[in-house]
T-cell receptor, first 112, second 113 residues
Framework: GDSVTQMEGPVTLSEEAFLTINCTYT??????LFWYVQYPGEGLQLLLK?????DKGSNKGFEATYRKETTSFHLEKGSVQVSDSAVYFC???????????FGTGTRLTVIP | KAGVTQTPRYLIKTRGQQVTLSCSPI?????VSWYQQTPGQGLQFLFE???????NKGNFPGRFSGRQFSNSRSEMNVSTLELGDSALYLC????????????FGQGTRLTVV
């Protein structure tokens, strides 16, 4: 079935460190891929997306590239800030379903 | 442009009671989906409505139900509440069915005691 496997957390980094959160997927057909972010006490916000192979989604310094050959969509940021502390969810949607499939989430804490 | 609005933000209910949660989608969005978020199970899909019709349903018992009105606003209802129903319930809206982008509300935090 359709699913997302996401790097387990929590992840703790110092400010200005490089961030990678791994995400791989299993899907029928051609999925669209997403990263959502959830700040404490809030709902989910769409961070970035990619709808076809080799697309790169980017926003607020975060990037992720849709890799069909490795079925991956890893999230990266070159220099994290304290304000990036949140839970990050990788997700996919497929044309045959009406819902998003989410990974388990990765909690990121950035310390000054 | 207003975002997705969920009411109430917080609820405390007793086991056995029922509860109704409300979601107002972004103006012009016709699809509304509901998700349950718990520490143990993560984000699980409940159901999706489009044009007042339930299009898809997740693996939840019949105690969980929902509906959508002609103005696209949606409600979900949980009857005979159990302690395990304590969760953050998130609503997401999309412009159309099977859209590639969903916008989430802040959620309703339900605590069952």
């Amino acid at each position: 079935g359709d699913s997302v496997t996401q790097m387990e957390g929590p992840v703790t980094l110092s400010e200005e460190a490089f961030l990678t959160i791994n995400c791989t997927y299993t899907a029928t057909g051609y999925p669209s891929l997403f990263w959502y972010v959830q700040y404490p006490g809030e709902g989910l916000q769409l961070l970035l997306k990619a709808t076809k192979a080799d697309d790169k989604g980017s926003n607020k310094g975060f990037e992720a590239t849709y890799r069909k050959e490795t079925t991956s969509f890893h999230l990266e940021k070159g220099s994290v800030q304290v304000s990036d502390s949140a839970v990050y969810f990788c997700a996919l949607s497929v044309p045959t379903a009406n819902n998003l499939f989410f990974g388990t989430g990765t909690r990121l804490t950035v310390i000054p | 442009k207003a975002g997705v609005t969920q009411t109430p933000r917080y609820l405390i209910k007793t086991r056995g009671q029922q509860v109704t949660l409300s979601c107002s989608p972004i103006s012009g969005h016709r699809s509304v989906s509901w998700y349950q978020q718990t520490p143990g199970q993560g984000l699980q899909f409940l159901f999706e409505y489009f044009s007042e019709t339930q299009r898809n349903k997740g693996n939840f018992p019949g105690r969980f139900s929902g509906r959508q009105f002609s103005n696209s606003r949606s409600e979900m209802n949980v009857s005979t509440l159990e302690l395990g129903d304590s969760a953050l319930y998130l609503c997401a809206s999309s412009r159309r069915e099977r859209a590639t982008e969903a916008f989430f509300g802040q959620g309703t935090r339900l605590t069952v005691v």
